[in-house]
């Protein structure tokens, strides 16, 4: 399985992004995708996560400003970014677990990763 992100920039303070990130070897219907960032200095965080059920998650300081949406047939998973602040700054990566039927938020119980995208916000 491999993930493939792209979408981050720089962009000022208010301004959007769409990040975007296409799974090959494998179809995402049934698996959980989830977007995370890491800061420098700070640990990797969850941001958002879509179970293979259609549950959504959104950690606190993104709740109505990020959206996590997927595109089974297209087997992309999407996460939209507007009002966008300075400390959404860091490098954002796409994962999913190995299991089928799997969710979780825990960042050891994804197997797969993508390279990781940047995104900066000017203040």
């Known amino acids: 399985v491999q993930l493939q992100a792209c979408g981050g920039g720089l962009v000022q303070a208010g301004g959007s992004l769409r990040l975007s990130c296409v799974a090959s070897?494998?179809?995402?219907?049934?698996?959980?995708m989830a977007w995370f960032r890491q800061a420098p200095g700070k640990e990797r965080e969850v941001v958002a996560a879509?179970?293979?059920?259609?549950?959504?998650y959104y950690t606190e300081s993104v709740k109505g400003r990020f959206t996590i949406s997927r595109d089974n047939a297209k087997n992309t998973v999407f996460l939209q970014m507007n009002t966008l602040k300075p400390e959404d700054t860091a490098v954002y990566y796409c994962a999913t677990p190995r299991r089928r039927h799997y969710y979780t938020r825990d960042s050891p119980d994804y197997d797969y990763w993508g390279q990781g995208t940047q995104v900066t916000v000017s203040s």
């Open positions: 879509s179970s293979y059920s259609g549950y959504i």
């Open positions: 070897g494998r179809t995402i219907t049934d698996y959980s």
